[in-house]
């Protein structure tokens, strides 16, 4: 069975500081890895994918994740916040070799601070 | 229209009525997810259907939820004899053949009083 843990319910930092949010996952085969947001009273967006391509992978609005087997991690970063990106932030894992239901983390709810 | 349709918005019904939502994917999409997110919480598998497979039903929280979907198309997810504690959002996905991601609906925000 898949499963995804997000390391911490909720993020703040500074406007202009370093964005980090973790997430481990756990999958007996080769993974699809994804970073979902959901901004105020909206849907699910997505962010990125990983799909055993490239380990770094880019998304939009400046964030990247990279997939590292050994560690079975998949940590979302932004070198710089901005206020816009306050918002809940979701990873989610699904099997590759057949299709799947897509598993998602508790979330992360990520503050700006001024 | 060209995403995820979910009806209705928002549904307020009394605790031990039962209760459908409706899901229309993006045409195409053969894949359809259905989740529930309570206040504070993450998402939690439901159902997924894919394509004319027999249905994952795992995530199920119990024999008072169902789901279907006609045609491989619109599905509808039925909760009999609501609770209080089935007050949630529920979220519908869909997905196209060969893309692992899915795109998401606005959901239905139900209320059980």
């Known amino acids: 069975a898949q499963s995804v843990t997000q390391l911490g319910s909720h993020v703040s930092v500074s406007e202009g500081a370093l964005v980090l949010l973790r997430c481990n996952y756990s999958?007996?085969?080769?993974?699809?890895l994804f970073w979902y947001v959901q901004y105020p009273n909206q849907g699910l967006q997505l962010l990125l994918k990983?799909?055993?391509?490239?380990?770094l992978v880019k998304g939009i609005n400046g964030f990247e994740a990279e997939f590292k087997k050994s560690e079975t991690s998949f940590h979302l970063t932004k070198p710089s916040a901005h206020m816009s990106d306050a918002a809940e932030y979701f990873c989610?894992?699904?099997?590759?070799?057949?299709?799947?239901?897509?598993?998602f983390g508790s979330g992360t709810r990520l503050s700006i601070r001024p | 229209g060209a995403g995820v349709s979910q009806s209705p918005s928002n549904k307020v019904t009394e605790k031990g009525k039962d209760v459908e939502l409706r899901c229309d994917p993006i045409?195409?999409?053969?894949?359809l997810y259905w989740y529930r997110q309570s206040l504070g919480q993450g998402l939690e598998f439901l159902i997924y259907?894919?394509?004319?497979?027999?249905?994952?039903k795992s995530g199920l929280p119990s024999d008072r939820f169902s789901a279907e979907r006609t045609g491989g198309s619109v599905s509808t997810l039925t909760i009999q004899r609501t609770q209080q504690e089935d007050s949630a959002v529920y979220l519908c996905?869909?997905?196209?053949?060969?893309?692992?991601?899915?795109?998401f609906g606005q959901g239905t925000r139900l209320t059980v009083v």
């Open positions: 996905a869909s997905s196209f053949p060969g893309w692992p991601e899915a795109f």
């Open positions: 999958s007996s085969v080769p993974p699809y």
């Open positions: 990983y799909t055993s391509a490239a380990t």
């Open positions: 989610a894992v699904s099997d590759s070799s057949s299709a799947s239901k897509i598993i």
């Open positions: 045409s195409g999409h053969t894949a």
């Open positions: 259907f894919q394509g004319n497979s027999a249905p994952d």
